[in-house]
């Protein structure tokens, strides 16, 4: 089969495919629409979402039809004027016009002189006027020109001029530094839709039917099932279309395309990068190194890990990779056929030395497995040279040393691999000289330590020499006084037995006269013994009288021993039974103190197991399952061991588990700007998320039931307040008011008039709305019956408040917590600080109140008693703070882009952190009771954290059939740890 590929791959669909162009039929009339309501649309959306497609293919037809309509294309690139006057046709000098006023395009404009009365000036990846060039700068003055002279070809009524630009969401905050462009946007712009599952299928089955083909209604089904709910990832469907249409075509049978040729490409997952890679084998090695070094220049990776586009002309290309031209074309050829489609131009087109070399589609970068490594290793590369410009700089400036190893030699190690040049590194920054200068010293400074470590090592071998020939001639001298004293010890020896010789013979003599004097004494003895006999007959009578009373002394003394020995043996018997009281207390010590240190052992190895899960990228089922057996298994021995399941590792490791393991699409965000405030609300039986944006749009979640629905607001809504059981929510712009119904979605009543500041605070509860404004009013409203019904100044600059039932507290610009009564006009003062107030929260029940001031520090008070207890760890301004409803929690929320959330029931110990955001964190809502944080950030995600770890550990628990083996469990708790079995219910 021979039938053209109706599928363009990364490619946008152009005006010559607009039959091929399927499932945007409503999309298109309503920018049609607006296009002629305001002169001016921008067409919003991610990347991927279709934006180009929309309008090449789409809505430029539309208008073609239309009589009297002109279209002009352009990309702004990074000179806008430049752009557009090579757009319009006409020459440099009209850049002049543009230049001198802003009405130079209305002028260039009605001066064209053509047969049209329309022109459409279409701005494709408006957003490159944000970005900067290859060398770093940034046309900020240029891009104010085109920008000027754009607003004004639209402002004026009897204008021929029409303007229509494509841009990414990411970058609708980069508006704000353009005066008047918000403003534009926000009235002319087109948020592009996802396209419903039957919008999908059209353009699936679409141009296949056009172009003679056909497909499975099978196929149809899985591809649909894997792009629903993806925008982003249209691209890479069409990429996949055109891969499964060529290998099809293949065929000779004429069966449908079907499953078979989806594996055949790969599917969704690995279609784009088996394409490229089939393209890039094909390539000879050293066509294959030059396009490595090509497309580590046009794409990149940012700091928060996106992957950009950096396009660049043959000249830039060719000075900062020493390729020529022609090596430039040739390796780049074959990734700009019509069949692959990589890169642009296509091939067949001319290319000049200004010809710009661009990726179709980032997508190409995060799919192409190869090129994503490339990029990493671009990255690294620059991280390694920015490094090594910023120790140049400090040494310049004498704060930092050479470099030394292991700094140094891989520093050398990536001169020498990457061979960098001038005009790379003004990629990067202007400094490459100094940077380079600086590692060649370094090296250098390091041959000349380690030649200084040789010649001391020379030195000391010389010394070592001297000493062993001192060493020798000392040991000839120690010879000789060693047999000189071998004589006198001879001559000593003989005098020594002369002298045992006198002593034994005087011992003989000594041994003679004892003898004479024990015979002496015995003599002696004898006489004695016969004069006490004497003495004994002679007392014989006395004796016989006193032995009778000392026999009955005797007995007597008898009793009194017995009964002192029994009172001994009582007392030993006592003394016995302490000893064993003592024993027994000091093993039951000891078996505690084992005890407890086994259970210090565990909260040890809980805590390991824990950080070895946080630890784990979880990319595959296997390294899923081991993620959360590890943080199952350290939760279980945290809380056997009666440890704290609060504690910020343990915890952080079973909602990351839960995260990798279960709920993986954990975003529950479904705006395009960035998230400004966050609210939930319980009525009716149904738990709500409500969130706004900057595109205006209230977001209501019934997240029981799984339903959605939005609200189109006038203006952009800073604040949402709502109330327990109760239908209505009130939402708050810069100076208006608006009270809308949860059920019916619509707006039952809006504030007349605008106020004459800026709302700083809104409560609603029933009828009543209490606000507070940044002049320091404090207004009670009751909304029902539109009239106020209080007002008061507190003669402060206002700055948020909170409602706790009987009072009202508010933050103060200059640093005070107070306390409005709500009865009486009365103030009291909670708290003083030196910076303002961001934030306040309250919460009646627990009698706590807790705010936030601009240095970076949280506090949480107490209505009982003026102890304030302060809560640090933020690198930033906190944006907002949280008291759950069941009191367990407080959470603030930081523009660093970390969120953190203290336990009230372990005394506000550690925090457990979570940094999911890439972006200020704006807005934070506790739900579910206390036990869900939903939050929500500039980086236009409002994520839900999990505080009920038995609800974790339920979804986690299927894991429990799949526990590790013994040779796993060792490998990761290590020899001598039992292994438990895990519960049904952790029971925390």
């Known amino acids: 089969m021979n039938l053209p590929n109706p599928f363009s791959g990364l490619k946008a669909f152009d005006a010559n495919k607009s039959e091929l162009f399927f499932g945007r039929n409503r999309h298109v009339q309503e920018i049609v629409n607006k296009l002629d309501s305001h002169h001016f649309v921008a ?34 690139g990074n000179n806008s004027l430049n752009a557009l006057v090579s757009a319009l046709g006409l020459g440099k000098e009209a850049i002049g016009t543009l230049q001198e006023t802003e009405r130079g395009l209305l002028k260039l404009a009605r001066s064209k002189g053509n047969s049209a009365n329309k022109i459409l000036l279409v701005v494709d990846q408006f957003e490159e006027i944000f970005r900067a060039d290859l060398a770093g700068n940034l046309n900020i003055e ?36 353009f005066e008047g462009l918000p403003e534009a946007i926000n009235n002319g712009q087109f948020l592009v839709p996802r396209m419903r599952k039957e919008e999908l299928r059209e353009s699936i089955v679409g141009p296949v039917n056009v172009a003679g083909g056909k497909i499975s209604p099978r196929l149809v089904h899985q591809l649909l099932t894997e792009v629903d709910g993806k925008p982003d990832e249209l691209p890479v469907l069409q990429h996949l279309l055109m891969r499964m249409w060529q290998l099809w075509g293949k065929d000779e049978q004429h069966d449908p395309i079907d499953m078979q040729h989806y594996q055949a490409a790969g599917g969704m997952q690995n279609a784009l990068s088996n394409h490229a890679e089939l393209v890039y084998e094909s390539m000879s090695a050293n066509e294959q190194q030059n396009l490595a070094k090509v497309l580590k220049v046009i794409g990149y990776r940012t700091a928060d890990n996106k992957m950009v586009r950096r396009p660049a002309t043959i000249d830039q290309l060719s000075a900062i990779t020493g390729l020529s031209k022609p090596e430039i074309e040739k390796a780049t050829a074959p990734f700009r056929s019509a069949e692959n489609g990589f890169l642009l131009p296509d091939l067949g087109e001319e290319l000049g030395n200004e010809t710009m070399i661009d990726i179709t589609h980032e997508s190409f970068i995060r799919q192409w497995k190869r090129y994503k490594t490339w990029v990493n290793e671009e990255y690294q590369s620059a991280e390694l040279y920015q490094r090594l410009t910023e120790s140049a700089l400090l040494f310049e400036q004498g704060r930092a040393g050479y470099w030394r190893n292991p700094d140094l030699r891989l520093a050398v190690e990536w001169r020498q691999r990457e061979q960098p040049n001038e005009r790379w590194a003004g990629l990067y920054n202007t400094h490459f ?15 000349f330590y380690l030649a200084d470590r040789r010649r001391r090592r020379r030195v000391i071998a010389a010394v070592l020499i001297l000493f062993l020939v001192a060493l020798s001639t000392l040991s000839v001298w120690a010879l000789s006084e060693s047999s000189r004293a071998k004589s006198n010890a001879d001559l000593a020896f003989k005098q020594k037995e002369a002298a045992v010789a006198l002593q034994k013979l005087a011992e003989q003599e000594t041994a003679r006269a004892e003898e004479a004097l024990d015979s002496v004494k015995a003599e002696k003895k004898r006489v004695g013994l016969q004069i006490e006999k004497t003495k004994e007959q002679r007392n014989l009578a006395e004796y016989n009288a006193k032995r009778a009373e000392l026999q009955r002394r005797l007995a007597e003394l008898s009793k009194e021993e017995a009964l002192t020995a029994f009172q001994l043996a009582e007392k030993r018997q006592a003394e016995a039974e302490l000893q064993k009281n003592l024993a027994t207390q000091q093993f039951l010590r000891a078996d505690s103190a084992q005890r407890e240190s086994k259970r210090m052992q565990e909260l040890t190895l809980a805590k390991n197991l824990a950080i070895k899960s946080n630890l784990l990228v979880a990319e595959n089922d296997k390294q899923r399952r081991t993620k959360a057996l590890l943080a199952m298994h350290a939760a279980n021995m945290q809380v056997t061991n009666k440890g704290l399941i609060q504690e910020p590792d343990i915890y952080t490791a079973l909602h990351n588990a839960y995260l990798a393991s279960v709920n993986l699409n954990s975003n529950y965000s479904s705006h395009v700007a960035d998230v400004k405030s966050v609210a939930t609300s319980i009525y009716n039986g149904s738990q709500y998320l409500i969130t706004s944006a900057s595109d205006k749009q209230l977001i209501i979640k019934d997240l029981t039931k799984g339903v959605q629905s939005s609200i189109q607001a006038e203006s952009i809504v800073y604040q949402i307040s709502t109330a327990k059981e109760q239908e209505h929510l009130a939402c708050a712009s810069s100076n208006s008011i608006a009270v809308y119904s949860l059920t019916t979605k619509e707006r039952v009543w809006a504030l007349k008039n605008a106020t004459p500041s800026q709302i700083t605070g809104l409560h609603i509860s029933g009828n009543e709305l209490i606000y507070c404004l940044s002049n320091g009013d404090v207004t009670w409203y009751n909304w029902k019956d539109d009239k106020v019904v209080r007002n008061l100044n507190t003669k402060h600059t206002n700055q948020c408040l909170a409602v706790d039932g009987n009072s009202v507290l508010v933050g103060t610009k200059e640093g005070s917590v107070l306390s409005v009564s709500s009865e009486n006009t009365s103030l009291t003062t909670l708290a003083k600080r030196s910076n303002g107030i961001t934030a306040i929260a309250v919460n009646a029940s627990s009698k706590n109140y807790m705010f936030a001031e601009e240095s970076s520090q949280a506090y949480l008070g107490s209505f009982q008693n003026e102890m304030i207890t302060e809560l640090a760890g933020h690198r930033g301004n906190i944006s907002d703070v949280a008291i759950s409803t069941n009191a367990n929690w407080v959470a603030t929320a930081c523009f660093d882009g970390d969120v953190r959330i203290w336990n009230l029931k372990d005394g506000l110990t550690v925090p457990i952190v979570y940094s999911r955001h890439n972006n200020w964190v704006r807005s934070i809502a506790f739900a579910n009771n206390g036990n869900s944080l939903f939050s929500a950030g500039k980086d236009q995600n409002v994520f839900r954290f999990e505080l009920d770890a038995n609800e974790l550990w339920k979804e986690l628990s299927a894991y429990k059939e799949q526990d590790f083996s013994k040779s796993e469990w060792k490998e990761h708790a290590g020899e001598g740890v039992g292994q438990k079995v895990l519960p049904k219910l952790l029971n925390p």
Do not use: W
């Open 43 to 76: 067409v919003v959306g991610n990347s991927g979402s279709g934006k180009s497609s929309l309008v090449k293919a789409g809505v430029i037809p539309r208008l073609q039809k239309i009589k009297g309509f002109e279209i002009i294309s352009m990309r702004p």
């Open 142 to 177: 240029d891009s104010e020109q085109f920008i000027a002279n754009l607003l004004c070809a639209i402002s004026e009524n009897d204008s021929p001029v029409y303007v229509m630009l494509t841009m990414r969401s990411d970058y609708l905050g980069d508006c704000e530094q």
């Open 433 to 447: 000289q100094s940077s380079i200068t600086f590692l060649n010293e370094s090296e250098r400074d390091y041959k």
